[in-house]
């Protein structure tokens, strides 16, 4: 059963998931709704940043083939391949292996972070560490591409059938403090070829909480 997919199946999965990251993910760089989050990105002033789940580093070419402006970019991935073809690829971006739960960098390090279905693999019960992690982390902004639904029925039978994880983002981040929470839709034109995003997937933009 679709269920039993724990965060940490997931992690494990991801780990020793091997595939040729160049050509299968890489080479996706253009797909649209790499472009979306780049024309969020665009739409405020930031420096650096930092994808957390990078894979391959497609998300991060888009940004400079994009945006065209020279900005600090970097990843964190759990797949050690993963991080040696972003290496590869991007041989300026800050690059390391390490898990969402537990951010292998300091606080305040960078303007910006930004997950691309990332979060669709952290459980319920493990969400809340996930997001300390990116308050912890980020100095000024959140940029979520993920799946959303602020129905209970509807994330419990996407996990069941799926085997992934959709979070209500409002109520969660503005749990965890973040605040000017925007929501983008993820339209069948950024993403043409999976009903599941096209149904629950949104750009969601947030302000760090202030720091004490």
Known sequence: MKLTQTTKKWSNWWERHQIDWRKEYVSSWAHPHRTLISRVLASFPWLSLLEIGVGGGANLVNIVKTLKVQRQLGGIDINPDAI??????????FLRVGSIEDLPVS??????????????YISPSEIDQAISELKRVSRRHIVLCELHSASFWRRLSIRLTEGLYLHDYKKLLEKHGFYDVEFIKVKKEHWPESDLQQDYAFIIKATVPRRK
């Open 84 to 93: 040696k073809t972003t290496s590869e690829v991007l041989k300026d971006a």
């Open 107 to 120: 606080d305040n390090m960078t303007d910006v972070l930004l997950t691309d279905m990332t979060l669709i």
